[in-house]
């Protein structure tokens, strides 16, 4: 394990500090501004039996979090020591405004499922081509390009009740950011920092009950933020690829179990539903807090423990991934049998 030197720790910490800073007050005024937007332009999702909420939210509001790390991000990753090459900085900055723009226009009407998905690929392959430049084999390519679309679709599957992407967003940024201060990439910690400062600004106006949703705009940018910090970080050190993916790996289980079931059983899995165990968990009358704290706990007892073993013990790393991994399926299998067990109990009752 490696830690930043003290001289350097104090040249990095006021700019990181007033990046974090900005990144949040700036997030919070643009979303307050979306919220305005949104009901000017009837930008609204509605209450249905595939959604999980009951009143009509503006959304949209993720364009905050877009715009306080298009802001802030950078800054970081090029002044704050050691600095990442501007190629990588810059095919980054515009993979995300990629992402942004095919979610921002999709929330004021509606895109067929191709061009999403198209935008996506090209985005995650540029900024992975980049990474891929003058590092790791290009082998890695397909997987980076892979796993960067799924994290920006599984993300926005993980988006349907009120708070809780954004609290993953926190959670999961803010461990990056612990994993790389503690091998010394002072920038790429601050880079994670606005992140989850971007997100807290926005989870301050969607907390429940919420007054805007993130939107297409800000789920894809966060899922694309989130791979590419991982990303960054892998290619760094190789072993910090197993924390990280121990820190995801509440919405991971959750999104890549239910898209396999339902794979499994015939299903149309690319459209939307209500099978998720999060909304389960609303669907048996918890409230969206309720929803959000489960996951939250997950995330405090069990995945921020396994990722500090990984990232203590390298030797180790791979060993926790699974296990955590393993006992995520299975929790996930158990709690959601019961709750639709529950559920069909409470139908039969009614009709008796």
């Avoid at 807290?200 to 910090?229: E, H, Q």
């Avoid at 791979?318 to 559920?343: E, F, G, S």
């Amino acid at each position: 394990m490696v830690w930043p030197m003290s001289d350097a720790v104090v040249a990095a910490d006021v700019p990181m500090a007033f990046a974090v800073l900005i990144a949040f007050v700036v997030a919070l005024a643009v979303v307050r501004a979306a919220i305005a937007y949104a009901h000017r332009r009837g930008m609204y999702d509605q209450p249905g039996q595939r959604r999980s909420h009951k009143l009509p939210t503006p959304r949209g509001g993720g364009i905050g979090i877009i715009v306080a790390v298009l802001l802030t991000m950078p800054v970081c990753l090029i002044y704050v020591p050691p600095s990442w090459p501007l190629y990588v900085v810059f095919t980054l900055f515009t993979a995300i405004v990629l992402v942004a723009l095919i979610g921002w226009w999709d929330d004021h009407h509606s895109l067929p499922v191709l061009p999403r998905f198209g935008v996506q690929i090209a985005a995650a392959a540029l900024f992975s081509s980049a990474l891929l430049t003058h590092g790791p084999s290009w082998f890695w390519l397909p997987v980076l390009v892979l796993a960067g679309a799924w994290s920006i679709n599984l993300h926005n599957f993980m988006d349907g009740i009120d708070g809780l992407l954004a609290q993953q967003g926190i959670f999961v940024a803010c461990g990056l950011a612990m994993l790389a201060w503690g091998i010394g990439q002072l920038a790429l910690a601050g880079a994670s920092a606005c992140v989850a400062a971007a997100c807290l600004g926005f989870w301050c106006y969607n907390r429940s009950p919420a007054r805007i949703f993130m939107g297409d705009v800000g789920s894809g940018g966060v899922g694309l933020l989130l791979f590419a910090l991982s990303a960054m970080l892998w290619r760094l050190n190789m072993a910090l690829l197993w924390p990280a993916l121990i820190l995801s790996s509440a919405f991971m289980t959750d999104a890549s179990l239910t898209l396999l079931i339902r794979i499994l059983r015939g299903r149309r899995w690319y459209t939307a539903h209500r099978e998720h165990l999060y909304q389960w968990i609303v669907r048996r009358g918890h409230t969206h807090t309720v929803g959000a704290v489960w996951y939250l706990g997950w995330n405090l007892l069990v995945a921020a423990p396994f990722a500090a073993l990984a990232f203590g013990r390298p030797r180790m790393g791979l060993v926790a991934c699974i296990v955590t991994y393993a006992i995520a399926a299975v929790v996930w299998l158990v709690v959601k049998h019961r709750l639709i067990r529950r559920d069909r109990y409470k139908v039969r009752h009614v009709h008796t």
